[in-house]
């Protein structure tokens, strides 16, 4: 069974800096979509960012409004790591943050976690003011 790691979680100030990256034993260069979610106790798994090999509108990475400009997703084919640099880290950042790939309709539902067929154990980011 295919399974994702993440690592780089940590405990920063705001306005600190965080790269988070996720491996496994997945080829990076061959799935349409790897994502970046993240998810507080009592809430909703929330889409933060999402990588799109080809697609109708170009393909390319998307955000989430509440960390466009202060986010970048981006992959690594030869090391089959996608990775989230985070800078400008604010308190609302802090969350359980997991890495996705493999959905059947992310080019369409890019958001929707439930579409994505793998996941790692998540690594934890606490921003703290």
């Known amino acids: 069974q295919v399974r994702l790691v993440e690592s780089g979680g940590d405990s920063v100030q705001s306005g600190g800096s965080l790269r988070l990256s996720c491996t496994g034993s997945i080829y990076t260069a061959y799935v349409n979509c790897m994502a970046w979610f993240r998810q507080v106790p009592g809430k909703e798994r929330e889409g933060v960012a999402v990588?799109?090999?080809?697609?109708?509108?170009?393909?390319?990475?998307i955000y989430a409004d509440s960390v466009k400009d202060r986010f970048i997703i981006s992959k690594d084919n030869a090391k089959n790591t996608l990775y989230l640099q985070m800078t400008n880290l604010k308190t609302d950042d802090t969350a359980m943050y997991y890495c996705a790939a493999d959905s059947p309709d992310c080019y369409v539902r890019p958001w929707s976690w439930s579409d994505y067929k793998k996941w790692g154990q998540g690594t934890q980011v606490t921003v703290s003011s």
């Open positions: 990588i799109r090999v080809g697609g109708g509108d170009g393909g390319g990475p």
